[in-house]
């Protein structure tokens, strides 16, 4: 199984999504990152089964009812590590530098 870890930006928008969601919908916000997390555990196992987008990086799709959310990671097959770097909304408009 490879490492898993997030990476600041990860983490950031984490937070930023949660804290959306917290104001709309309290309920939902834990229910969501749950899932958001649960999804990106599989990563450990399986971490070819994103698409990949350039480089070395790769997109893990997270469904969550009509929409869902977008993991930017990168696998280091070397070290067996998966890197996130990203979490997005799938409506919002792509990943920023």
């Known amino acids: 199984m490879a490492s898993l870890a997030y990476d600041e930006r990860a983490l950031a928008d984490l937070e930023r999504l949660a804290e959306f969601l917290r104001e709309g919908d309290p309920a939902s916000a834990e229910t969501t990152f749950d899932l958001i997390e649960e999804a990106v ?3 450990a196992a399986h971490p070819m089964i994103g698409r990949r987008v ?3 990086l790769r997109e893990l799709i997270v469904s969550r009812g009509r929409t ?3 993991a930017l990671y990168e696998y280091q097959a070397s070290a067996d ?3 996130v770097r990203a979490i997005r909304h799938q409506r919002e408009a792509g990943f920023e530098d």
């Open 81 to 83: 590590r998966v890197i």
């Open 41 to 43: 555990d599989v990563l």
């Open 54 to 56: 350039f480089g070395q």
């Open 68 to 70: 869902g959310y977008v």
